[in-house]
């Protein structure tokens, strides 16, 4: 299987894989188009101008379809053949000396639970010098916090955990002062300061985990692909505890091998770049990638928000390769527990995916590229245009019945609506987010529902067969792929518990999509009507007590769905019943949204599912020993005692200014700057005695931060309140000085979650 670079880059089998592939999407797409004029012709003998607008939108949504189902064919095509050999991972020969660079690892973080980001790091750490490779990686953690509590938390737990492992001069904290373009900015920062140091970059978000195994061949497949930019790896989903969670990494487990498979046969060396989990040549990053200023302001124009994409776009651009390595094992990272909390970045995303379109066009994108970035922009755009599909088809029943022609008449009860299944279909097997990790992959399932446009039965199954084969076929053959290697499905539970876990997968989706595609329009309209989004923290963990989502959020959030479902439902039951029923499985997904995102949030539920041996994944079943460090680190970390609550929302102020070693740490991390005007030293000075006088709530977290920032306010405060008699200090310090002995005992990263 071994491949040379110079074999794994030839441009003739490159472009034959590519002709294949559009030419199946085409074919499909076009033999399906004619299914559908040929429907809607025969209902009145003519096209209409609805007819048209109805075959327009059917060609946009199902070519959508097409395209998952090409992926994840030639990927199941490709993995019968024992696997596909033009993959950049075969270009490493079996126990081939591996060369090694200096490689920085970088972690941006905003305002993440320290305790994970930090354990996290340790594991990855630990995990490369077992490989004996260590020496030629450094580590850094990239901080654009702005809250006080986890700045200090940071600067205390880096310490630490250098102190622990023997990191200084290998892992490196830097708190950036202002949030600049926010994570691509932070990289960038990186970069300018110390990018000429290294010759690779290998990016993690602040819930990723990297083997050293996966590192090593990562940078050891730069050193042997010289013309390589950009090698991104396929991460897991691992850790869920919600039902949903635990749903959506499964279905990422089981069903990621074809799709990821198919996604190499086609896209070759002009891959994508998800944004985390890959490493990078630097140079070449530096000098072409630097991120354009689209015209107009937020939310389509200012700086991009979804930086990945084009990234990868500006580095082929330039002629150097992208390439997916699907096939490194040892590469996780952790999905939103809830339904909102998915709807909640789905948001982010689909502003970012929606800035795209100003890039479709832009001069020297390959192809491929181009691709990439209209799928990515589709990934949302076709929420709002299955939507009104469904409306349309709506509209022409409405109109067959009121006219009580061929189409009212010819139909026996139900055959109108046959067509409406595969709508429902589409909606239950629309990729779960995180199957493969990319966004076209997801778009690759755009619904495209055919509601009320069947007027004579075979034809109309024919369609409907066809909609239904590349709609569930992809994930049949991932089942019948794993259930084929009885050591595979093993890992999965056993063959009964992964057809019941695939079947249950399935329903769920059924109801999961109608409500992410109203969500989707939603942030459609909202991006198009120039309403932007701000950086806030991704939430990775569950909730206390069971449930992750909250039942009022719940019914802020799914009300509007409610509304919808209801009217919609009770004015196709009013049109004609039979239709009502053929539509009942999507309205039934938003009428009952609320207990559904309430159900799949809770994690007892989640819980369950793992003791009945539901929705589990090789991670669960044999954990690599990474993971099973990690999980004890975090226990051994969760089980301390926590601060009293009267302490805990100021307690990084208080570690920094009441500890000599914090405070020590802290100042020594503070950039040196030149003292400031009369007035500024004056305003710091009544921030000082307020906080010493009043406590820390009287204080916003801006004036906070400030008080941090100063160097010369940090050693004040410090000296000030050991010195100072008590009936000078307000209530809060008095107790934080009591408590002091208890907190100093308890690991910092232990004290919160």
């Given amino acids: 299987m071994t491949i040379t670079p110079l074999e794994?880059?030839?441009?003739?089998?490159?472009?034959?894989?590519?002709?294949?592939?559009?030419?199946?999407?085409?074919?499909?797409t076009s033999l399906a188009t004619w299914f559908m004029a040929d429907l809607l012709w025969r209902a009145d003998g003519r096209l209409g101008p609805l007819d048209w607008m109805v075959i327009a939108l059917?060609?946009?949504?199902?070519?959508?379809?097409?395209?998952?189902?090409?992926?994840?064919?030639?990927?199941?095509?490709?993995?019968?053949?024992?696997g596909d050999r033009r993959q950049i991972i075969n270009t490493l020969a079996p126990g081939e000396p591996l060369r090694m660079a200096g490689t920085a690892v970088v972690m941006p973080v905003f305002n993440e639970d320290v305790s994970r980001v930090f354990e996290g790091l340790r594991v990855v750490y630990r995990s490369l010098q077992e490989t004996g490779r260590l020496g030629h990686f450094d580590f850094f953690i990239l901080s654009d916090s702005n809250q006080p509590n986890q700045w200090i938390q940071e600067e205390v737990a880096w310490v630490e955990l250098c102190k622990q492992v023997g990191g200084f001069g290998k892992i490196f904290y830097r708190k950036r002062r202002q949030q600049i373009n926010k994570k691509a900015g932070n990289v960038a920062d990186f970069l300018r300061r110390w990018g000429r140091s290294y010759r690779y970059m290998v990016v993690l978000d602040a819930d990723s985990i990297m083997t050293g195994d996966a590192l090593v061949k990562l940078v050891a497949m730069m050193e042997k692909n010289p013309g390589a930019g950009i090698i991104?790896?396929?991460?897991?989903?691992?850790?869920?505890?919600?039902?949903?969670?635990?749903?959506?990494?499964?279905?990422?487990?089981?069903?990621?091998?074809?799709?990821l498979a198919g996604l190499n046969c086609w896209q070759q060396d002009a891959g994508n770049y998800w944004g985390h989990n890959a490493v990078i040549r630097v140079q070449p990053f530096m000098e072409h990638c630097a991120l354009p200023e689209l015209p107009?302001?937020?939310p389509f124009g200012g700086r991009i928000l979804s930086h990945d994409f084009v990234e990868a776009a500006l580095m082929r651009k330039a002629g150097w390769q992208v390439w997916l390595a699907g096939g490194i094992e040892g590469t996780y990272e952790e999905g939103p527990p809830t339904l909102i909390d998915s709807a909640k970045r789905d948001r982010r995303w689909c502003q970012g995916n929606m800035q795209h379109s100003w890039l479709l066009l832009a001069k020297g994108f390959r192809g491929p590229n181009r691709f990439h970035l209209f799928m990515g922009v589709m990934a949302y755009a076709s929420s709002p245009l299955w939507l009104l599909f469904m409306i349309l088809g709506t509209v022409q029943v409405l109109d067959a019945v009121q006219r009580g022609g061929r189409v009212a008449a010819e139909m026996p009860a139900g055959a109108a609506e046959v067509a409406g299944v595969a709508g429902v279909a589409g909606v239950a097997a629309e990729t779960p987010a995180g199957v493969a990790g990319t966004a076209e992959v997801a778009a690759g399932y755009a619904d495209a529902s055919l509601f009320g446009y069947t007027l004579h039965v075979p034809e109309a199954l024919a369609l409907f067969a066809l909609t239904m084969a590349?709609?569930?076929?992809?994930?049949?053959?991932?089942?019948?792929?794993?259930?084929?290697?009885?050591?595979?499905?093993?890992?999965?539970?056993?063959?009964?518990?992964?057809?019941a876990s695939?079947?249950?997968?399935?329903?769920?989706?059924?109801?999961?999509?109608?409500?992410?595609?109203?969500?989707?329009?939603?942030?459609?309209?909202y991006t198009l009507l120039g309403q932007g989004v701000s950086w806030v923290t991704q939430n990775r963990g569950g909730g206390a007590g069971g449930d992750s989502t909250d039942w009022r959020e719940a019914i802020i959030t799914h009300a509007p769905h409610i509304v919808i479902g209801v009217?919609?439902?009770?004015?196709?039951?009013?049109?004609?019943?039979?239709?009502?029923?053929?539509?009942?499985?999507?309205?039934?997904g938003m009428v009952f949204s609320i207990p559904i995102s309430i159900g799949l949030g809770k994690l007892r539920l989640g819980r369950a599912a793992a003791e009945a041996g539901l929705f589990l994944t090789p991670e669960e079943t044999r954990p690599p020993h990474e993971l099973h460090r990690l999980h004890r680190n975090l226990e051994?970390?969760?089980?301390?005692?926590?601060?009293?609550?009267?302490?805990?929302?100021?307690?990084?102020?208080?570690?920094?200014?009441?500890?000599?070693?914090?405070?020590?740490?802290?100042?020594?991390?503070?950039?040196?700057?030149?003292?400031?005007?009369?007035?500024?030293?004056?305003?710091?000075?009544?921030?000082?005695?307020?906080?010493?006088?009043?406590?820390?709530?009287?204080?916003?977290?801006k004036e906070k931060m400030g008080l941090l920032y100063d160097a010369e306010s940090m050693i004040w405060l410090h000296r000030e309140l050991w010195r100072r008699p008590a009936d000078e200090l307000a209530d809060w310090w008095r107790l934080a000085v009591r408590q002091y002995n208890v907190l100093t005992t308890t690991p910092v990263t232990a004290l919160y979650r």
């Fill in 58 to 82: 059917f060609v946009i949504l199902f070519s959508q379809i097409a395209t998952g189902f090409v992926t994840a064919l030639l990927g199941f095509f490709v993995s019968r053949r024992s």
């Fill in 502 to 525: 695939a079947f249950s997968e399935m329903v769920i989706s059924v109801f999961l999509a109608p409500i992410n595609m109203l969500f989707h329009s939603k942030f459609v309209v």
């Fill in 470 to 499: 590349m709609l569930f076929l992809p994930k049949l053959l991932s089942v019948f792929r794993t259930l084929q290697r009885r050591d595979t499905a093993a890992v999965f539970g056993g063959a009964k518990r992964l057809v």
């Fill in 8 to 28: 794994l880059n030839d441009p003739g089998k490159i472009a034959w894989r590519r002709r294949v592939f559009f030419s199946l999407i085409f074919a499909l």
């Fill in 296 to 298: 107009g302001s937020e």
């Fill in 232 to 259: 991104q790896t396929a991460p897991r989903l691992v850790n869920g505890e919600t039902l949903f969670a635990r749903v959506q990494q499964f279905a990422n487990r089981l069903y990621s091998p074809l799709f």
């Fill in 567 to 588: 009217v919609w439902g009770v004015s196709a039951f009013i049109i004609r019943p039979a239709f009502f029923w053929w539509l009942s499985p999507v309205l039934a």
């Fill in 636 to 701: 051994e970390c969760y089980k301390h005692m926590r601060p009293l609550e009267t302490l805990r929302a100021d307690y990084g102020l208080l570690q920094a200014v009441l500890d000599p070693y914090v405070n020590a740490v802290h100042v020594s991390l503070l950039r040196q700057k030149e003292t400031g005007s009369e007035e500024a030293r004056e305003h710091f000075a009544r921030l000082r005695n307020r906080l010493l006088r009043d406590g820390p709530e009287t204080l916003t977290p």
